[in-house]
């Protein structure tokens, strides 16, 4: 990630970093399943979704594309194992019948993360004066890497498919997916200029830079909980969907087989994962909101302590000050402890002083008579200024050695 840090000045932990792949894999799942209807888009592939999340990853160097890539590839294989064309096919070692050339497809894709990553890094190594024309071009010509690149392993496991595409080439969705390119030069250009908005640094900083914040347990207990339980309650529903499905066909006539039943699964389980991804992605999102607000709350705690600790301590003389004591006397409720003791302590001739000598000589005099108070009160009580030449000082005390008398000696020297 230190490409990330080298165009944005942001440090990101090793807890966002794992957040932010983490987002990127889930929206690829997202994307490899968005088949089953809830993403239509007439004139988008499915191709161009997947280029618009890796490419947008490459921004984050190879340890971001490489993961998406491998989720890509991963489902892919899923997705070849009931799949009806032939290319398809090809893609999953379980159907196949060539496990070890199929793979060569998922090699193929992974391939490209790295490379595409590699060029993206030679890019940016140094300053650029057209930031986003050269942007664009990178996601263009790593689009088309991509459609280059997955031609390889046509070219040496499957010589005769490769030469049935090479004969219909203009056809391929690599030279005619033109939206693809465009799509993906936009992406990549919208993620650079969102992630170099002052804001979004100085969030991203902030994140970082108090990571020590940590979640309070009862969030996280709460935050498990409703994980835990909206997986369990997505399993019940589609084992009742799946049953429906199956009663349904059946009260139509129609012959329920086993493979038939195995893609209903098939399709029901991806549905099942792509919410649990779209859940991780809103998960993911409210608890940067929550470290945010936290941290904000621990920051505005500190602040007001500091606040109060200035309030509660004289300036002039590092005695308590008259908040300090009014504080104190407001714990005390009208109902002081049995052994408490009050000493009621003023200057003579303050006034003197500031009229002969000035104010900063009265106010040496005062910043004296403080030390010597604290001096003789030490740790055996507290010294409060209570107003220009006034101090108060609150201590403990106890009766006299003879046991018998009202008074008390003060425990102060």
């Known amino acids: 990630m230190n490409r990330f840090q080298t165009l944005y000045g942001v440090a990101l932990t090793k807890k966002k970093k794992r957040e932010i792949v983490l987002v990127l894999m889930a929206l690829e799942a997202i994307f490899a399943f968005s088949y089953l209807g809830y993403i239509d888009f007439s004139m988008i592939s499915s191709t161009t979704l997947h280029i618009l999340v890796i490419v947008a990853a490459m921004i984050f160097g190879i340890e971001g594309s490489v993961p998406v890539m491998c989720v890509f590839a991963l489902t892919s ?85 490769f030469h049935e595409l090479i004969l219909n080439w203009s056809a391929l969705p690599v030279f005619r997916d033109w939206l693809s390119y465009v799509l993906a030069a936009a992406a990549c250009c919208f993620v650079h200029y969102f992630l170099s908005k002052q804001k979004v640094r100085d969030y991203l900083s902030y994140l970082c830079e108090n990571c020590e914040v940590e979640e309070s347990k009862d969030y996280k207990r709460v935050f498990r909980y ?89 300036p002039l003389t590092g005695v308590f000050s008259r908040f300090a004591y009014n504080d104190v006397m407001e714990s005390y409720d009208n109902q002081a402890p049995e052994d408490f003791v009050a000493f009621l302590i003023d200057i ?23 030390d010597c108070i604290m001096k003789a009160v030490g740790n055996k009580g507290r010294t409060f200024r209570i107003g220009g030449d006034e101090f108060v000082v609150f201590g403990t005390g106890r009766r006299n050695a003879y046991g018998n008398g009202p008074d008390y000696n003060i425990m102060v020297g």
């Not at 060029?119 to 050269?134: E, L, Q, V």
């Not at 409703?226 to 309650?233: D, E, P, Q, S, T």
């Not at 003579?348 to 403080?370: Q, R, Y």
Request: aromatic letters at 12%.
């Open 348 to 370: 003579n001739g303050l006034k003197v002083v500031n009229d002969t000598l000035g104010h900063e000589a009265g106010d040496e005099l005062i910043c004296g008579a403080a």
């Open 77 to 161: 294989i899923w997705l070849a194992s009931f799949a009806t064309a032939t290319l398809d096919l090809l893609y999953s070692p379980i159907v196949s019948g060539v496990p070890i050339r199929s793979l060569m497809f998922a090699v193929a894709r992974i391939l490209f993360a790295i490379v595409a990553s590699l060029i993206f890094g030679i890019y940016f190594r140094k300053p650029r004066k057209h930031i986003y024309i050269g942007i664009a071009l990178l996601a263009v010509l790593n689009t088309f890497l991509y459609g280059a690149i997955m031609f390889v392993p046509y070219a040496l496991f499957f010589p005769t498919i």
């Open 226 to 314: 409703a994980k835990f339980g909206a997986l369990i309650i997505g399993i019940l529903c589609i084992m009742y969907l799946r049953k429906r499905i199956l009663v349904e066909l059946t009260s139509q006539g129609v012959t329920v087989t086993r493979t038939l039943d195995l893609n209903i699964a098939n399709f029901l389980v991806q549905l099942l994962c792509a919410l649990v991804c779209l859940f991780e992605i809103v998960s993911v999102i409210v608890r940067w909101i929550n470290e945010y607000y936290t941290m904000q709350q621990v920051k505005m705690d500190e602040k007001l302590n500091e606040q109060s600790v200035k309030i509660s301590i004289d």
